[in-house]
């Protein structure tokens, strides 16, 4: 089962705080760019993993999309999405995606933002997730990018003995625990030539992969993205069946 972190009252409060999640769609900077990659929506049936508050079921929605099955572990942000949505067509669900079972051919687009880094078998949710789409349907996603998951850590290692490149690892996959909003959060880090030949076995055909990074405008408004110029923090990929 995936780290129920955002359950915890400490966490929970947290991101409750970040703009995101105040400010929805328009508080992630990397939006615009998602948003680009999506096809029309009209008429579309959608699944949304890791839906959060609801923030992208209620837009695809607006834009036309028939129906959105949300589906997140986190109950405290199911209900805050429930309580942010009146909208018959949009239906959200309590779901681990560890074990999450889609219906076959059922769905038009499948949606996720920034969930998959928490995912330990991303090989059995990408089989799942191609499974469930029609023929012909998109799949788009954001993560964590790997390079951000593989900080460079205090220190050199000794290479023929001399002081070499920092240490960040970035070929060691597998589990990471870091200290995001609370300690002992556990990601998985997996390189971004994993990702792609996991979908490409999965059997998707991969449209566009985007290291996402901030425009002078955006930097100007939020200066703090300047430091997202010194290594990208989020991937963006599109793939279709």
Request: proline share 5%; net charge negative.
């Amino acid at each position: 089962m995936a780290q129920n972190i955002y359950d915890e009252p400490a966490f929970f409060e947290g991101y409750s705080q970040l703009p995101r999640s105040q400010f929805g769609l328009d508080g992630a900077p990397e939006w615009p760019a998602i948003r680009a990659l999506l096809p029309e929506a009209n008429g579309l049936h959608v699944a949304d993993l890791g839906c959060g508050f609801g923030w992208f079921a209620r837009w695809v929605r607006s834009a036309g999309a028939a129906h959105v099955l949300g589906f997140d572990l986190s109950e405290k942000m199911l209900a805050r999405a429930r309580d942010e949505t009146e909208d018959d067509a949009i239906v959200y669900r309590t779901a681990d995606l560890e074990t999450l079972n889609l219906p076959q051919a059922a769905f038009d687009l499948v949606y996720s933002s920034l969930a998959f880094h928490y995912i330990e078998d991303f090989n059995r949710l990408a089989g799942e997730i191609f499974r469930s789409l029609k023929a012909g349907g998109s799949f788009v996603f954001s993560i964590e990018h790997p390079i951000f998951m593989a900080p460079v850590e205090p220190g050199w290692i000794e290479l023929n003995g001399r002081k070499s490149w920092p240490v960040n690892q970035y070929l060691r996959e597998g589990a990471r625990e870091t200290s995001w909003l609370a300690d002992g959060v556990v990601k998985y880090h997996r390189t971004i030539g994993t990702t792609l030949n996991t979908l490409i076995a999965a059997g998707f055909t991969v449209d566009h992969v985007l290291e996402w990074f901030p425009g002078e405008e955006q930097i100007e408004a939020m200066p703090s993205l300047a430091e997202e110029m010194e290594r990208p923090m989020i991937l963006i990929v599109k793939a279709r069946v």
